[in-house]
């Protein structure tokens, strides 16, 4: 059982009471807005990615997805669901994890994701979703052995060292908020099924850009700013699983 206050997730922060006289201000204004995302309707979709038009990318804040961006990835094409539940219940490491992010369709008792894999196999669900962090060293470091850092990224943009996945099945409810706090950009890798995802524009974007819609598709990593962008999404297929990570960078 964790305690009534989490402090893994605080070990990065640079305070740990906020000013009440402190306005970090908003980066982006109006202009901006104009220059970065008016007439953006469409995310482009690339390959072969160099480091210096990821750059670029970084630069003017535009989300991009990777065609072939888990193409050097140790992970398995047989990965599912139910070996996911199984790396659970084999590995010590993983049987009691708790995580410091979750989030489920599924009404479980205990916020553990072997929890929801178990029932959601047990009871042969459709229609449903399941996120969660991993921040305990332990468990991080077990579950890299799923991925790799992307190959686009040039070496000044630093991982964040949690990671979070991202599960479910033909999931048609309400699209689900996600975002991971602390980072400037997160990469989504959908490594199974697709994803139906929206990027909904931040403020003070919200009244000049348009909101963009896609679908990830196995093999594909999106990339997005989280200053500019708002995430929500729709697992899709039988078996949609995803991996999250938040990064950050030097300005450009």
Known sequence: MLPIFNWAKVYNWECLVENPLYDPGTKLTPDDCKQICKKYLKIPRTSNLSHNNMEKLLKN?????????IRDWPIS???????LAKMYIDEPKLAGATG??????????WPKPIFVLGKAIKQKKSNWYLFW??????????????YRRPYFFPPMVEMMESNWFMVGSNYTDK?????IEESMITWIAQVKGKTNFKLKPNE???KICHQVKDTLKTGEILMYSNELWEFSY?????????????ARYDEL
Do not use: H, W
């Open 204 to 206: 003070p974007c919200n």
């Open 175 to 179: 699209y689900v908020f996600f975002t």
């Open 77 to 83: 094409k047989n990965i599912s669901i139910k070996s």
């Open 133 to 146: 962090e991993n921040c305990d060293i332990d468990v991080v470091k077990y579950m890299r052995k799923l």
């Open 100 to 109: 410091c992010g979750f989030g489920t369709s599924i009404r479980v008792n």
């Open 61 to 69: 804040e535009r989300p991009v997805i990777v065609t072939d961006g």
């Open 234 to 246: 729709q697992p899709q297929g039988n078996q949609s699983i995803a991996i999250a990570v938040g």
